[in-house]
């Protein structure tokens, strides 16, 4: 168990539907990214988040959206779904934005039918 | 081409075997991460090296900054150890995310 918790594990949708995947960081840390992983493109990183502030962005659509609360928990927002962004989207966490080490999260499994 | 390029992307061993999966890389960093990844999804962090040699078990992974390569070795394969094993980078000019190899599908059989 990494400490880091995703919700929810499986999501299927309809296209054109808006979800929100949820992400609580190891205790202490408070790096939060976002990766998609798809069959096509591998993972990708998508968003950083630093203690409630937006570090770094990535091949984010801009219909994708995040947001890191005062808690720390980080929620990753994808509205107009499409089929093509069935994937796993995985949050990973780190003690801060330099050189350590990044726990992963279990994932959650998006299909958009 | 890729900033990060495993091989082999595909590897079948029987059990008990020694096990090397490579990674190459093309851009300045400051840390490489060896991850695994199982059938169920989820990814493990194994290793995170910036220099020299590490080793947990019977796993041990190394790396050559001046070369760009680093390599993951298994010991006495087991079939638990199939998964699939991820090279990533943090890029020295990338902040702290990182960008993925394509991944090393291993089978072990018994």
């Known amino acids: 168990d990494s400490g880091v918790t995703q919700t929810p594990k499986h999501l299927i949708t309809a296209t054109g539907q808006r979800v929100t995947l949820r992400c609580s960081p190891r205790?202490?840390?408070?790096?939060v990214y976002w990766y998609q992983q798809s069959l096509d493109q591998g993972l990708q990183f998508l968003i950083q988040y630093y203690n409630g502030e937006e570090r770094a962005k990535g091949n984010i659509l801009e219909r994708f959206s995040a947001q890191q609360f005062p808690d720390l928990h980080s929620e990753l927002n994808l509205s107009s779904l499409e089929l093509g962004d069935s994937a796993l989207y995985f949050c990973a966490s780190s003690v801060d934005s330099l050189n350590t080490e990044a726990f992963f999260g279990q994932g959650t499994r998006l299909t958009v039918v | 081409k890729n900033e990060v390029e495993q091989s082999p992307q595909n590897l079948t061993a029987q059990e008990g075997e020694f096990i090397t999966i490579n990674c190459s890389y093309s851009?300045?960093?400051?840390?490489l991460h060896w991850l695994q990844q199982h059938p169920g999804g989820g990814i493990v962090s194994l290793f995170m090296l910036s220099s020299g040699k590490k080793k947990h078990g019977r796993l041990i992974a190394t790396i050559n900054i001046q070369e760009k390569h680093s390599s993951l070795h298994i010991t006495a394969s087991h079939p638990r150890d199939s998964a699939v094993y991820i090279c990533a980078v943090r890029r020295r000019s990338g902040g702290s995310r990182l960008t993925f190899g394509e991944g090393t599908q291993l089978t072990v059989n018994p």
């Open positions: 205790s202490g840390d408070l790096s």
């Open positions: 851009v300045g960093i400051s840390a």
